[in-house]
């Protein structure tokens, strides 16, 4: 089984401070997703990596940055937390196989930003 | 612009009756369609997956179909549960790209 872990389950942080979202998958997966996840919004994409150092923008990247310096870790950086970024953060992984893409979630973190 | 659009917020349902979850998309390039289901305070689970070159894909109780021309697929749940009570996402994926487009999630409730 596909297993991907975050750091936090919960996060209490103010407004103003750096954050660090970690996510860790165990199956050697090339792709690693950050989505976060609001009533009535659905999953919104962050950013994504295809591979070590790599990073693509997703839908709303503002506010945010990324690293992976290894193939099974990828970061998730709020620079300077926000109330707005008061969220449900999901980090998922995928392993590209004959074009199709299924995707394996974390079990979230519940970020609020005081 | 939204992708992949999942017009019911949410649905009611009787235990043991059929649930049937509705999706239609706008990209005539998505090749690849999956349905996921989400607990309150856990991340999406994997559930059933289409490819485009398939009408149907049945999983026990859950059968996924696709309707190309329509631009739609449907999932359905025989005979619904109560644990079948959370939150459903479909999601599409062209080919060409690594990123999966989700739809907002339709809410499914089965009542005993």
């Known amino acids: 089984d596909v297993k991907v872990t975050q750091s936090s389950r919960y996060l209490v942080k103010r407004t103003g401070e750096k ?39 997703g839908d709303i990247p503002e506010g945010y ?40 979630f974390g079990p979230g973190t519940r970020l609020l930003v005081l | 612009d ?10 009611s349902v009787q235990e043991g009756r059929i649930s049937i979850l509705n999706c239609d998309y706008t990209n005539s390039m998505f090749d690849y369609f999956l349905w996921y289901k989400k607990y309150p305070a856990e991340g999406p689970t994997f559930l059933i997956s289409i490819s485009s070159i398939k009408d149907k894909n049945e999983d026990g ?21 109560p644990g ?17 487009n989700f739809g907002k999630g339709t809410s499914l409730l089965v009542t005993p």
């Not at chain 1, 998958?25 to 990596?49: A, K, T, V």
């Open chain 1, 65 to 104: 940055s990324v690293s992976r310096e290894k193939k099974e870790r990828f970061s998730l950086i709020l620079e300077s937390a926000s109330t707005n970024q008061t969220s449900m953060y999901l980090c998922a992984s995928s392993l590209r196989d004959a074009g199709q893409e299924t995707q394996y």
């Open chain 2, 61 to 81: 109780r859950f059968t996924v179909f696709l309707n190309k021309s329509a631009k739609h697929l449907s999932l359905h749940i025989v005979p619904s549960q």
């Open chain 2, 2 to 11: 939204q992708q992949v659009k999942q017009n019911s917020p949410s649905l």
């Open chain 2, 84 to 100: 079948d009570s959370a939150v459903y996402f479909c999601a599409a994926n062209e080919n060409s790209g690594y990123a999966l």
């Open chain 1, 19 to 57: 954050v660090f979202l970690e996510c860790v998958q165990d199956m050697d997966h090339e792709n690693m997703f950050w989505y976060r996840q609001d009533p009535g919004l659905g999953l919104r994409l962050i950013y994504f990596s295809y591979d070590v150092k790599m990073k693509e923008k």
